[in-house]
Nanobody
């Protein structure tokens, strides 16, 4: 089985920065096809924030483009999300996602709260 674990969620002020990290481990090998971050606010659907494949190709939601940066360390199956210029609407539970072998694996989530 694949284990996925996020960390880094905190309470931050608007305009501040935060870095989330995710580590995936298991029997799937030293790398995964796709890793990414999703988020879900209360009463709303889970949405894609950013993703990155093994080759380094990235995709970002329009709402975070230019403010967030996703990066990956393939050898350690680690993906990070650097979040800058945070806004109150960024408040959500952030989930790490790993796609490998045709299946999705999810972390339990880490809460990011942006408030003054």
């Amino acid at each position: 089985q694949v284990q996925v674990r996020e960390s880094g969620g905190e309470l931050v002020q608007p305009g501040g920065s935060l870095r989330l990290s995710c580590v995936a481990s298991g029997t799937s090998g030293p790398w995964f096809t796709l890793m990414g971050w999703y988020r879900q606010a209360p009463g709303k659907q889970r949405e894609l924030v950013a993703s990155i494949d093994t080759s380094g190709n990235t995709n970002y939601a329009d709402s975070v483009n230019g403010r967030f940066t996703i990066s990956r360390e393939n050898a350690k199956n680690l993906v990070a999300l650097q979040m800058n210029s945070l806004k109150p609407e960024d408040t959500a539970v952030y989930y790490c996602n790993v796609f490998t072998g045709g299946m999705d694996y999810w972390g339990k989530g880490t809460l990011v709260t942006v408030s003054s």
